[in-house]
């Protein structure tokens, strides 16, 4: 067994909030009361702003009822941030982790929160101070490199699938065409999910399009008026982050007016831009195609919605993500200094994982795409090979009948 230090402890949360963030939440608390080693455990508000202005919550002792529903309840109950630390930030983190002799550091977030974990870590060993930095995994858009999948993605996929479920029985019953814009600015985990949406011949959505190819304005209209002319009506998902064949994004080429977030990137879910333009281009250049066929064309932005709809999550997300937040505390008391938790998926028909430790340096910063075997070679569709990984990380779905 590894020398155990006695300290305290600070978990925080960063980035998008998740359906189960709070499970790894949870699940650190809990695995933080059963060892002695840990005398404190604090939350950091606002995740690593809250250390640097030293705005803690005392977790010891809570009611278990209460973090049950804590864990239960979607968003991060700590409050996140966007804050992107580079050498200096961090240094003001270790200056307060000193102070109150906090010795684990427990950090649930996406590649760039596993990188403000890996910076930490290196100034504390430059400073011969010995603290272990336990990155714990989470988004929604599952590019996290090295792990299986994510905790937060099999919810968020869930509420995608159901939905695009309703939305095709709704575009049935009144035909036309629908555009769904889906999450992922880089990569097309999650609106490639809305593949399981189809339960009959038939069933939208018809078509798929994800970052990771290329698609130009010409073919998406190609594609739309080929769909509607054969079965007369078109039910489309879309990734954010579509490219063009000259890989701007076209959230970035159709919009008007450009808005970037705090890391410089453009804005791209908080607003239906893409979506009207979409259906704009529908309208002018899909039409023409059918003959000057009126169409009714509608387009939703799913935005945040897909990321914290409460009482909805996926069982399996939910316990991965306890789990995650326990095995975190366990590598800690093993004697773990720097590392991720992730999932190794086990071999067999049955689905289960394993959990494992990565480096941080290889989740840090860079983003795992949807690989090319996925997506059809025209870009505009997903092969059914992809059902066996994300049928598993959902649950049940909702069941759908028509009458012929």
Known sequence: MAEVIPGNAVVGQSGGPTAV???????????????EAIQTLYGARNGVRGIIQERFLEL??????????VAATPAAALGSTRDKPDEEYCRKILDVFAKRNVRYFFYIGGNDSADAAKIIRDLARASDYDLRVIHIPKTIDNDLRVTDHCPGYGSAAKFVISALVGDDRDNASLPGVKIDVIMGRHAGWLTASGLLARQDAGDGPHLIYVPERRVSPDQFVEDVAEVYGRIGRCLVAVSEGIEDTDGVPWGEKLATTVDRDSHGNVQLSGSGALGDRLAELVKTKVSPKLGGKTLRVRADTFGYLQRSFAGFASPVDQKEARRAGRTAVAYAMRGARDCSVAFRRRPGEKYGI????????????ETKPL???????????IHDSFRAYVAPLVGTLPATGTLG
Do not use: M, W
């Open 21 to 35: 963030i709070n499970q790894s939440l949870v699940g650190v608390i809990e695995a933080a009361a059963e060892h």
């Open 60 to 69: 010891t002792g809570l009611d278990k009822d209460l973090l049950e529903r």
């Open 354 to 365: 394993s959990c494992f430790r990565a480096k941080l340096a290889d989740v840090a910063r």
């Open 371 to 381: 690989p090319p075997e996925y997506v059809n070679e025209r870009g505009n569709g």
